[in-house]
């Protein structure tokens, strides 16, 4: 079985897969200081919840956008697992990539990319929506082009209430109405409505550039909340991440 493990700035996301068949997932909040032995803990109760055993994990392979989170996964796998885990790098996917230094693309982006280029047609968008809102832009004959990056809406929220003393802290939602009657629904307005007016604007500049009709996939957590409210978002893919990273372990192997 493949241990794939996604390490973003907020969350990291544990999955198992059978062959091609996603067996189960889990996710927990990213601490970049977190033991080898606290994960061990942490996947030894969800493992057992889902009848799975370490033992059960032949490989393991590692998209990680924090660096520091590293050394204490790296330990889990050895200690625990006995497994040399597979950290992605750009070099590690079957993608052409046209940008000025491509060592630097994040490996989630490059991930999210290739699941794209294997399940979904191209000329494409992915609008992931994480610790940063990233917009990654494929051609049509499968080139990843480069992209925007955004603060995240939960990001962008904190940044506000830490910096307005007076301004309470709210929920994301969308509001039934863009004019807010009091202090609450004038900030979820603008979160919601500010941020889906942004999503339209930048797909719709995207494609002009572009100079084409890309199919435009959401990911991340707050996807869906936005995706069901505008046409510019086509499908919402909460596993694209886990299916570029199968795709890259079966690459590796020559599958």
């Not at 919840?49 to 204490?72: C, N, R, W, Y």
């Not at 000025?100 to 929506?129: C, K, W």
């Not at 007076?166 to 009657?181: C, E, F, M």
């Not at 991440?241 to 795709?247: A, F, Q, S």
Request: proline share 3%.
């Amino acid at each position: 079985m493949l241990l794939a493990i996604d390490i973003g700035n907020t969350n990291m996301v544990f999955a198992v897969y059978k062959g091609e068949a996603l067996n189960d997932h889990w996710r927990c909040r990213t601490v970049a200081a977190r033991s080898g032995d606290e994960y061990a803990a942490f996947l030894s109760e969800v493992f057992t919840l889902g009848g799975l055993k370490f033992a059960d994990i032949t490989d393991v392979i590692i998209s990680s956008v924090v660096p520091e989170a590293q050394f204490h996964i790296k330990e889990f796998c050895r200690n625990y697992l006995q497994r040399e885990p597979v950290f992605v790098t750009h070099d590690m996917a079957d993608v052409s990539i046209d940008i000025d230094r491509p060592q630097e693309i994040g490996a989630d982006r490059l991930v999210n990319a290739v699941a794209v280029i294997e399940h979904y047609q191209s000329p494409a968008i992915v609008i992931d929506f994480g610790t940063a809102t990233t917009f990654d832009v494929i051609s049509k004959e499968g080139q990843y082009l480069g992209g925007v990056i955004t603060p995240g809406v939960n990001l962008s929220v904190s940044a506000l209430q830490q910096a307005a003393a007076k301004l309470p802290a709210v929920s994301i939602q969308k509001p039934d109405k863009v004019i807010g009657k009091n202090t609450v629904e004038a900030i979820q307005s603008g979160i919601y409505w500010g941020y889906l007016s942004m999503i339209e604007g930048m797909v719709e500049n995207i494609k002009s550039e572009l100079g084409a009709q890309p199919f435009v996939i959401a990911t991340g957590g707050l996807a869906g909340l936005f995706a069901n409210n505008t046409d510019s978002i086509q499908t919402v893919d909460d596993e694209l991440t886990l299916k570029g990273l199968l795709k890259i372990y079966q690459n590796t192997k020559g599958a």
